[in-house]
């Protein structure tokens, strides 16, 4: 995940391993290429089945939203596995600078592209009032994975609370009725100091459950699924 917001003075935001590197090369046109066409028979494959589909605690039948993407490899990993029409990924970075930081960034935005998925660049999750693509959208499912403004003081532990609970506040307004946040956290006592429940309470909304993350976990690692609601 990726911390929304200005990093601190003298200190860089820290990416976590669940955004990982692209699956194959980013070199060439035809390496793109590749991934396009694969995509492309996915999406015809998953057109030709009218069952529905799910993964985890995700449907084809969610409208999802996901902020705070590094090099949109969990954005990927439910388009394939959903299809992509009903998927927006959001980082917080520039195009620009999700190609120079991740490889094979290049070639997981095209095999999105073809998988009909909606990606946007320089979204700050605690404000998505601002962004005038997002208009009166609402979605079922807000994921953000793994935040971190990186550092593990005391201090530290207060900015990822102001990042959550300005994450909370804001999307909350782009939730469905019975639409969710997930917010995926390690599980480590660092973490739980944090203390997410309380941010939510702060945000007026609450903890419904927690699901062990592990989908695609040889990928994006372990950790817990908060899932809040309203």
Request: overall charge neutral.
């Amino acid at each position: 995940g990726q911390r929304m917001g200005k990093p601190k003075k003298g200190s860089k935001p820290r990416t976590q391993n669940v955004q990982g590197h692209g699956h194959g090369s980013s070199n060439g046109a035809a390496g793109q290429g590749l991934f396009v066409i694969g995509a492309e028979m996915v999406h015809s494959a998953f057109l030709a089945n009218p069952n529905p589909k799910n993964v985890g605690p995700y449907s084809n039948r969610h409208r999802i939203l996901l902020v705070g993407e590094g090099d949109f490899s969990f954005s990927l990993a439910l388009a394939i596995s959903l299809g992509g029409e009903n998927i927006i990924g959001t980082t917080y970075d520039s195009k620009r600078q999700v190609v120079d930081k991740y490889e094979g960034a290049s070639s997981i935005i095209a095999q999105l592209s073809s998988l009909r998925a909606k990606v946007y660049y320089d979204v700050d999750g605690t404000a998505l009032d601002k962004q005038e693509w997002i208009g009166d959208k609402k979605f079922d499912r807000i994921i953000f994975n793994f935040p971190h403004v990186g550092g593990a003081t005391d201090e530290d532990v207060v900015e990822n609370q102001t990042l959550i609970r300005d994450f909370f506040q804001s999307a909350k307004n782009y939730l469905t009725p019975n639409g969710e946040i997930h917010v995926s956290l390690r599980d480590t006592i660092f973490y739980d100091s944090w203390k997410i429940t309380e941010l939510a309470a702060d945000a007026r909304i609450f903890l419904s459950r927690s699901l062990l993350f592990s989908i695609c976990s040889q990928k994006f690692g372990f950790g817990i699924i908060y899932i809040i609601f309203f």
